[in-house]
């Protein structure tokens, strides 16, 4: 293998290298772990914090869950969590675009519960 080729190879694997460290750092800050396989131990969403919950959920159990609800509020998604995750919660005419006392992450098919933190 020639001189030039041997060295746009290494250098080449380099850059994929350092590319996939850095997208692997970056996702370890937004998720705030070192797990980036797991829901995060909290979110933030219209300027609030929500705290992991023990609750999952699909999202027929959310609107059985929840049947007051359904009628004047919908779930809407209000953020998300890069690269593919919505941020969820209860909202209506009123209080659209308003932080709720919970939020749901949607984790592949399932909604993780979230709980608020702390006060205003």
Do not use: C
């Given at each position: ?20 460290l ?16 797991t ?14 919950g ?30 593919i ?5 209860w ?7 308003d ?11 399932r909604?993780?519960g ?5 006060g205003?």
């Amino acid at each position: 293998m020639p001189i030039l080729a041997r060295r746009v190879l290494r250098i080449g694997a380099s850059t994929l290298i350092a590319l996939l460290l850095a997208s692997l750092l970056y996702m370890m800050f937004v998720y705030r772990s070192v797990n980036i396989f797991t829901p995060p131990e909290q979110i933030e969403s219209l300027g609030r914090t929500y705290v992991l919950g023990r609750n999952e959920f699909s999202r027929e159990d959310l609107n059985q869950r929840y049947p007051e609800n359904t009628e004047h509020w919908t779930l809407e998604r209000v953020g998300f969590l890069p690269p593919i995750h919505g941020i969820y919660q209860w909202q209506n005419d009123e209080f659209h675009g308003d932080a709720t006392t919970s939020a749901f992450l949607k984790w592949g098919d399932r909604y993780i519960g979230y709980s608020l933190s702390g006060g205003p």
